[in-house]
């Protein structure tokens, strides 16, 4: 990665890394303490309703901010246009689920769907008033402002909801966690956002940038769907606790996954479609970014599968175990999903969008085919068939961006093969361990302590090209930090 890229991103990522690190350990904290406050059963509706948004907030963006982002000189007339787009098709879909809850209610047979709709839907305008400050922002590289705005909303929504758990609201308080947190981000983005609306709406503007813009919709759509199928189905074939356990283990899944990959995302696609002439330095700069997302991401995916058991047994109650062997496996498909979005980040940045689009059929069909062929047998079916998708899709990206970038696969396979043997190493260390000792605190203590002993000393030993690139990059950001101050 060249210097230029790189300084940028690591300036970008230093505040967007530490707000989602420390967001995502709020919400583990919020997660564990509800999680013992609720049981399983209690979840399916948080998750029906989380999935039902889902495909809402994808359609209210349809993939303008990303061409705001991607354009090179967006008008007032360009921004307020969007604005204006974003508003009313979230509140004609707040309107659209909330008639629609009656009917969802009684064919999953849970009347409280329809008492708390009116409120949760509300996330999803609530969201919408602050899309196109975080775009302006993302754009200007004010990371820093961003994560300040994001972690003090995840902070007092997470707060609120944990009082409210603890008064016995049980799952009003997730609903009024998800609303809050909407109505604080968009307070903070529009006080601290620096864009009001001026200039004039029009149709022109939109329909110039539509054609890029609805075909990232496309994707971003069949992907949410896709995302959400699974609990659509359990939440309807299978006992209300099994969806409760399936979405927990997701969601535990994901706050590392999606903490890192955030932070990196939001970087590095406005970074990377900066230098998207520049053949060389592109491909070499998306080869780093690649091994620096699997050097921090591998160990953490194996190693939660790794102290998964006594993690679940230290934190909650006997009610959620069933959830341990969910999770050992979807965190098998957390090794993939941040490689191919990384890779889907080239896509946006260097393909067309037709191409996208046949990449998403080809990706879905694989995926078609796996839920098909595990909805009917079991969860744990599901799983397996979502760590298979995960793989396929991360194949199917690489593949494509390698091409685009014209970056070699042999160059990629010697670049990401060391960091995964050694995280495999660390894996089998850490498992170990459950082995020879009996206290599930301690083993817990001693499995992380030994895993983050083994790992980064086999990048020692082995002189990983990550471990170093990671090194440089504290060391140049700390003495940045070090002449500012």
């Known amino acids: 990665?060249?210097?230029e890229l790189k300084s940028r991103v690591a300036a970008g990522a230093e505040w967007t890394m530490g707000e989602k690190i420390a967001s995502a350990l709020v919400q583990f904290v919020v997660r564990v303490l509800i999680l013992r406050l609720l049981l399983p059963e209690d979840l399916?509706?948080?998750?029906?309703?989380?999935?039902?948004?889902?495909?809402?907030?994808?359609?209210?963006?349809?993939?303008?901010?990303?061409?705001?982002?991607?354009?090179?000189?967006?008008?007032?007339?360009?921004?307020?246009?969007?604005?204006?787009?974003?508003?009313?098709?979230?509140?004609?879909?707040?309107?659209?689920?909330?008639?629609?809850?009656?009917?969802?209610?009684?064919?999953?047979?849970?009347?409280?769907?329809?008492?708390?709709?009116?409120?949760?839907?509300?996330?999803?305008?609530?969201?919408?008033?602050?899309?196109?400050?975080?775009?302006?922002?993302?754009?200007?590289?004010?990371?820093?402002?961003?994560?300040?705005?994001?972690?003090?909303a995840q902070l007092l929504s997470g707060l609120a909801a944990v009082a409210m758990a603890y008064t016995g609201l049980g799952v009003w308080a997730l609903v009024w966690q998800q609303v809050l947190l909407m109505a604080i981000r968009a307070a903070l983005f529009w006080w601290w956002g620096g864009w009001k609306p001026t200039g004039r709406a029009s149709l022109t503007a939109l329909g110039a940038m539509a054609p890029y813009s609805m075909s990232l919709l496309?994707?971003?759509?069949v992907t949410a769907i896709y995302n959400k199928v699974p609990h659509l189905f359990l939440g309807k074939i299978y006992a209300d606790a099994t969806l409760g356990y399936y979405d927990q283990a997701i969601k535990l899944k994901d706050l590392p996954v999606q903490s890192a990959m955030q932070s990196v995302q939001q970087v590095t696609f406005p970074a990377l479609a900066s230098i998207a002439d520049k053949r060389?330095?592109?491909?070499?700069?998306?080869?780093?970014?690649?091994?620096?997302?699997?050097?921090?991401?591998?160990?953490?995916?194996?190693?939660?599968?790794?102290?998964?058991?006594?993690?679940?047994?230290?934190?909650?109650?006997?009610?959620?175990?069933?959830?341990?062997?969910?999770?050992?496996?979807?965190?098998?498909?957390?090794?993939?999903?941040p490689l191919a979005m990384m890779a889907y980040n080239v896509?946006?940045?260097?393909?067309?969008?037709?191409?996208?689009?046949?990449?998403?059929i080809l990706k879905k069909g694989f995926m078609t085919l796996a839920l098909l062929w595990s909805i009917p047998r079991s969860v744990e079916a599901v799983v397996w068939a979502l760590v298979a998708s995960a793989a396929f899709d991360c194949g199917v990206n690489l593949l494509a961006s390698m091409r685009l970038a014209a970056l070699k696969?042999?160059?990629?396979?010697?670049?990401?093969?060391?960091?995964?043997?050694?995280?495999?190493?660390?894996?089998?260390?850490?498992?170990?361990v459950m082995w020879v000792m009996d206290s599930s605190l301690l083993r817990l203590v001693v499995q992380i302590a030994v895993g983050v002993v083994v790992y980064l000393?086999?990048?020692?030993?082995?002189?990983?090209?990550?471990?170093?690139?990671?090194?440089?990059?504290?060391?140049?950001?700390?003495?940045?930090?070090?002449?500012?101050g």
């Open 1 to 3: 990665m060249k210097s």
């Open 44 to 152: 399916k509706v948080i998750a029906l309703l989380l999935a039902f948004s889902s495909f809402a907030l994808v359609v209210v963006d349809s993939g303008f901010s990303q061409m705001l982002v991607r354009k090179a000189d967006p008008t007032k007339s360009d921004y307020k246009s969007v604005f204006l787009f974003n508003i009313i098709t979230a509140l004609l879909l707040y309107g659209a689920l909330v008639v629609a809850m009656p009917f969802l209610s009684d064919y999953y047979a849970m009347p409280i769907l329809e008492e708390v709709a009116p409120l949760f839907f509300l996330m999803i305008p609530l969201n919408a008033l602050g899309v196109i400050q975080h775009t302006i922002l993302t754009r200007s590289f004010a990371f820093a402002r961003i994560s300040k705005i994001i972690f003090l």
């Open 218 to 221: 496309a994707s971003d759509l």
């Open 280 to 337: 060389e330095k592109f491909a070499e700069s998306y080869r780093q970014v690649l091994m620096v997302v699997a050097y921090a991401i591998f160990p953490v995916m194996l190693g939660m599968a790794a102290v998964a058991h006594d993690l679940f047994a230290v934190l909650l109650t006997e009610e959620w175990m069933p959830t341990v062997p969910l999770f050992e496996v979807v965190c098998l498909a957390g090794l993939f999903t």
């Open 347 to 360: 896509l946006k940045v260097k393909a067309e969008g037709r191409l996208i689009i046949r990449l998403e």
């Open 409 to 432: 696969i042999g160059r990629v396979v010697r670049t990401l093969l060391p960091i995964a043997l050694v995280s495999l190493a660390m894996f089998v260390v850490a498992r170990g």
């Open 457 to 484: 000393g086999l990048s020692w030993v082995f002189r990983l090209e990550a471990l170093n690139e990671i090194l440089q990059l504290i060391q140049k950001q700390f003495g940045r930090s070090s002449r500012k």
